[in-house]
């Protein structure tokens, strides 16, 4: 055995002679299976990035994985964050989470199905519009009418302050008397 090379690890040798490995049986299989399961992955991942594509220019999923405030469907998905809240709080939650950004009722029931959100009614898209026409009645979103296939867009209208809060006089004249 002119060329025979031999590493011994703590489980088991491998021994390669002229150019061919002796790889034990176990750590072979276990390789394969390895190799098998990261093709799978890479296809599945393949898939999911074409599946957010159309979903995103179909205008279901909103166009920017991350909004500017740095808010991440992903926390939405993990969390289960709609699980076990009414609709209406579902709504308020991802205005309030993308302030910055328009969102249509489609992306809004889309993040809302996500979150683990379970629609009740067959015409989910048109509960999540009738909320959010609510919303807007009560002054806690704003409505950008649009035209077309994507319909109008929402975004949070942030909470209003009372003049004496805007101008920081109230405190400060209350503190001055005392």
């Given at each position: 055995m002119?060329?025979q090379l031999t ?9 390669q ?5 002796d ?9 394969q ?6 093709r799978h ?10 599946i957010?594509t ?11 994985f991350?909004?500017?405030?740095g808010f991440?469907?992903?926390?939405y ?6 699980k076990d ?7 308020q ?9 328009w969102?249509s009722?489609?992306?809004i ?5 996500r979150?683990?959100?379970k ?5 989910s898209?048109?509960?999540?519009g009738?909320?959010l026409?609510?919303?807007?009645d009560?002054?806690k ?7 077309g ?5 929402y975004?949070w209208l ?14 400060a ?6």
């Amino acid at each position: 055995m002119r060329n025979q090379l031999t590493c011994t690890n703590s489980i088991d040798t491998v021994v390669q002679v002229d150019g061919k490995e002796d790889v034990d049986a176990t750590a072979r299989k276990l390789v394969q299976r390895m190799e098998e399961l990261e093709r799978h992955s890479w296809q599945i991942q393949n898939e999911l990035r074409s599946i957010r594509t159309a979903l995103a220019v179909a205008g279901i999923k909103p166009g920017k994985f991350k909004s500017q405030n740095g808010f991440h469907e992903s926390k939405y998905v993990a969390a289960e964050a709609f699980k076990d809240i009414s609709l209406r709080e579902c709504c308020q939650m991802i205005l309030r989470d993308h302030s910055d950004d328009w969102l249509s009722k489609s992306q809004i029931e889309y993040l809302i199905v996500r979150g683990g959100y379970k629609f009740s009614t067959k015409d989910s898209k048109n509960s999540v519009g009738v909320t959010l026409q609510r919303m807007k009645d009560e002054g806690k979103c704003e409505v950008e009418r649009i035209r077309g296939a994507h319909g109008n867009r929402y975004r949070w209208l942030p909470e209003k302050q009372t003049d004496e809060e805007r101008s920081g006089h109230a405190s400060a004249t209350n503190d001055t008397r005392k």
